[in-house]
């Protein structure tokens, strides 16, 4: 048993890709017992690049550390009900189901309440409507790609990163705990449904983007790099690096030009515009004039010069680096930093993996590895479902269940 902030507490997940694993594995590295259930062979997701050289999946590792795994015969009515079972096993720190899987069959809600009444289920889907989509459909319809990329560009810009489905499975952990503490003070369960599209449509809402369109009437354009509504862009070095600089408010500007020393040449644009900059609104404004100052002064610096002078004066700045660079030269990135652990990745080998974000002191947990498919099957059949070991043989001789494939 895992100690941890959520000890004790026991999460089963049925799910596949980004959002539902997410949401569990969260739960997992603040200490919960979550059990994925997969089909015999693994998943849509089990495989899924990027991929080891020895084909396993450094995706679904990356996704599952800390769980248990249990593989079942999903096609057949013993294994699904041996699903089922799982999902509604007694205990107050039991009865909680996260899942992406299509909406109602074998899995369906008003059947597993009628197992266990207080069941708290988590329901991730495409649409409110019970409609298909995915991060990358949700993301061309809220807007994102038309107002990315240069300022010229006749198209769209795609994101690399599955935005929306990482706050749909932080989403989902939240709601998981809030539904728990629910259930512990009134007794009552429930059927919580999150809809990817709905996640990215309340993040436009938080931030603004719809009160500008519906409020302004204005439709957001392309900026490039510029930073929106205050001073923000990217510029290279004298030794060709490219860095990051950020002022968000007045003051912090104030402290980019005295790093810089360019009081003079920034009083001198401020007569060439007409005003002052003074807010975040006149930083954005005269985005272009600022930009061209200090495009000129950091070609003349190196990136060791700029890092002393902007940490010197707490200036917003960073340099752009790639992942292996991140890696090799970056200490937040090693071992120095007590969310990553070296671990072995059963089938992969020993990397930095990263427990939780969530410094909570003594209770932070260190990473714990993915499991292997099918890894603990005999161990929850047991503990869980409180099978004798002659009747896990003989679901095993019915394959109705799998341990851990062979290798090689």
Known sequence: MTSGLLSGMRVVEGSAFVAAPLGGMTLAQLGADVIRFDPIGGGLDYRRWPIHRDGLSLYWAGLNKGKRSIALDLRSEEGRDLARSLITAPGSDAGMFLTNYPAGGWIDYQHLVGRRPDLIMCHILGNADGSTAVDYTVNAAVGFPSITGPEDLDGVVNSVLPTWDLVAG???????????????????GGLFRLPLFDVALAVLG???????????????GRYGNYLYGAFGRDFVTADGRRVMV????????????????????????EGRVGFEFRS?????????PIAAVLEAWLATQT????????????????????????????????AANPMLTHMEQPGIGSYLMPGSPLDSGHHRLSARPAPRLGQHTDEILASVLGLDEAEIGRLHDRKVVAGVEPTG
Do not use: C, K
């Open 246 to 269: 950020v002022a968000i408010t007045a003051r912090q500007f104030r402290g980019l030009v005295e790093a810089a020393g360019l009081q003079p040449e920034i009083a001198a644009a």
């Open 303 to 334: 990136l060791s010069e700029v890092a002393a002078l902007f940490d010197a004066h707490r200036v917003l700045w960073g340099p752009y680096q790639s992942m292996r660079e991140l890696l090799e030269s970056d200490p937040r990135a090693s």
């Open 170 to 188: 932080m989403t989902a952990a939240t709601g998981l705990l809030a539904a728990d503490r629910h259930r512990a003070r009134t007794g009552e």
């Open 206 to 220: 938080h931030l603004g983007y719809l009160a500008e369109v519906q409020v302004n009437g204005n439709q957001r």
């Open 280 to 288: 975040d609104g006149d930083l954005f404004a005269a985005r272009e």
